[in-house]
């Protein structure tokens, strides 16, 4: 470490050494650097989106055909469990944790993150919590398989020996993402360029500034209900043991509590992504700026008071099921101002159509889809028909994958260049780009007709009458798989070369990191900006 | 640098006031616990009864209404006894008492101890059902290959809405055997 620091405050003293970095391994251990760690954030990300996905294959392989082929129900239940955790807090948190690495300091005209050290700790603690979780899944009794939401008796009665493996990962998970959202909030509130005022941030900044909030509000109470978790099966209490005083209903109603902000989470970064690339294609300004910072503050707000409408059917009175609905439902309307601002920014724009675009205009289509889908899921009656069906399975994934993760993508291809100093093959991109379109919604999209005709959730055989459906959909899912390997591909390309890019290589884009040359050097605005 | 200088004792103060709400938010987590307990005896919500014993009846009896109560039981997973109520169902008037006895029958050859425990459907209802006296207010230790008949004594709240005219109480049975408490243990030696 030591020399690390030193390496450091010679930089501080020494403005012509700007690139000197520590070679080898140890410059991405030790590093303090923003943009190194933004870039193991990114890639720790893609590769747990890859592991990830790869359960999802094997969960796809499985329901090919009605009855039990390729792996045990026990297994699969492992399966889907493990694909949700890593997808979750593997892939799209730090993969939203990494851009904020990258993308924050440079657009707000700071030098680097408040509180550099903290960050190179936030992210090495990661490949460990996901060392354990996926070390469990070869212990004696297999891995948590109680699917992503653990509920009691589910995790604590029922669940195998390695459930603590389980608890502690989270708890390192946790404990990382508090230390991230730790230092976005330090280096937004301390850091700025003087002249960047709250309301000229870029939204990236300001969505990710409002879900640094909702990290820290809610992952200490994850943190909880997982010790608790771990208390009941190891030590003897009984919070969520009817038995003993208990109660296993209380569990969802902590889980829910942090996991419903959990998905705002994972949500509005996206909305920051898109309102950076829906202007610079359009080149127009975002329509709207103000109330889309203030509809993300709403949702995040709101996102407190809906938690129960996962719970419709553990038995609640009829005022609390009418409370969550109209609560869940209000959402849709700072949503829709969203929406609506995106679609206006558009509006007699001239709009061109490269992959960054095209990802961010699927997103607003699809995460829309699944935003209808979720009112629909809002709505207590019909929800006692669609809880725990495939139905729900396609709601999350069309807000996630075509939301969460197309943003993702978008975001990647947006900042390639600058990352990398290099365009990426735009042949390719779009090839990636419409193949993952069209095999997403092959995926997704007949989900919901499988959930409506009743197919549940998390089972690893099936009625027959779904058999053609699920066909189907594991072709789909087989095509989006594979199609991300494409990008690793183009990832990989453009990091090793390809047509220069130049410091603003998109001609309606806006923000500080522009204003830099691409690639970025390794330390930027030690001398800050001078903001208009 | 002069500029870094002075912001860094402010970046203390932030990070300072993050991790107290950090440790406020954990400590949240399990002020739930006990949060929920008294947001479930206020409402009713959950269908949890008051588990302890009730003043009897002040003797009020609203004879023009008549409210069916229902009783089942279930064994939590592994619990061997057999359990169940000597009626199905009583008809009661609001403010009238009446005793309901439950049978037990302990078929292993081990003593035994288990623990009631009541929900009540609707939930709401939940808070106008008063038990004057209860198994389930305390665990039941029974000898092997033996019986038992254990009454539970109940009046309805005159106050109980209209609405209301029928409810199911509920009770799971669970092994409590290796936590059973020291009295439960002492009580069940001295039997023997």
Known sequence: MSTAGEAIQDHDHDHEHHDHKATGV??????????????????????????????????????????????????????????????????????????????????????DMALPRMNNWSFWILPFAFAILLGSLFMEGGGPAFGWTFYAPLSTTYSSDSTALFVFSVHIMGISSIMGAINVIVTIMNMRAPGMSYMKMPLFVWTWFITAFLLIAVMPVLAGAVTMVLTDKYFGTSFFDAAGGGDPVMFQHIFWFFGHPEVYIMILPSFGIISAIIPAFTRKPLFGYASMVYATAAIAVLSFLVWAHHMFTTGMP???????????????????????????????????????????????????????????????????????????????????????????????????????????????????????????????????????????????????????????????????????????????????????ALAKPWDGAEGLEWTVPSPAPYHTFETPPEIK | MTEQNTQRPDNGRIVKRLLVTVVCMFAFGFALVPLYDVFCDITGFNGRTKNEQAVVSAGEIDKSRVVRVQFITRNNKGMPWDFGPELKEVKVHPGETRVVNFLAHNRTPNNMVAQAIPSVAPGEAALYLNKTECFCFNQQPLQANSDTVMPMQFYLDPDIPEHITTLTLSYTLYDMTANATADVLAQMSSAE
């Open chain 1, 26 to 111: 140890t410059r991405w251990l030790f590093t303090t650097n923003h943009k190194d760690i933004g870039s193991l954030y990114l890639w720790f990300s893609f590769i747990m989106f890859l592991v990830g996905g790869a359960m999802a294959m094997v969960i796809r392989a499985e329901l090919f055909q009605p009855g039990l082929q390729l792996v045990d129900p026990h297994f699969f239940n492992q399966m889907t469990t493990v694909h949700g955790l890593i997808m979750v807090f593997g892939a799209v948190m730090p993969a939203f944790t990494g851009l904020a690495n990258w993308m924050i300091p440079m657009m707000i005209g700071a030098p």
């Open chain 1, 318 to 500: 009829v005022f609390a099921e009418l409370f969550f609905m109209y609560c869940t439902m209000l959402i849709a309307v700072p949503t829709g101002v969203k929406i609506f601002n995106w679609v206006a920014t558009m509006w007699r724009g001239s709009m061109t159509f490269e992959t960054p675009m095209l990802f961010a205009l699927a997103f607003v289509i699809l995460f829309t889809i699944g935003g209808f889908s979720g009112l629909m899921l809002a709505i207590t009656p019909v929800d006692f028909q669609y809880h725990d069906t495939y139905f729900v399975v396609a709601h999350f994934h069309y807000v996630l994958v075509t939301g969460a993760i197309f943003s993702i993508m978008a975001a990647a291809y947006y900042w390639l260049p600058k990352w990398t100093g290099n365009m990426y093959d735009e042949t390719l991109a779009k090839w990636h780009f419409w193949l993952s379109l069209i095999s997403v919604n092959v995926l997704f999209f007949p989900m919901h007709f499988a959930g409506l005709a009743g197919m549940p959730r998390r089972i690893p055989d099936y009625a027959l009458q779904f058999a053609d459906i699920n066909q189907i959909v594991s072709i789909g899912g087989f095509a989006f798989g594979l199609t991300q390997l494409m990008f690793l591909w183009i990832v990989i390309k453009c990091c090793r070369g390809g047509e220069k």
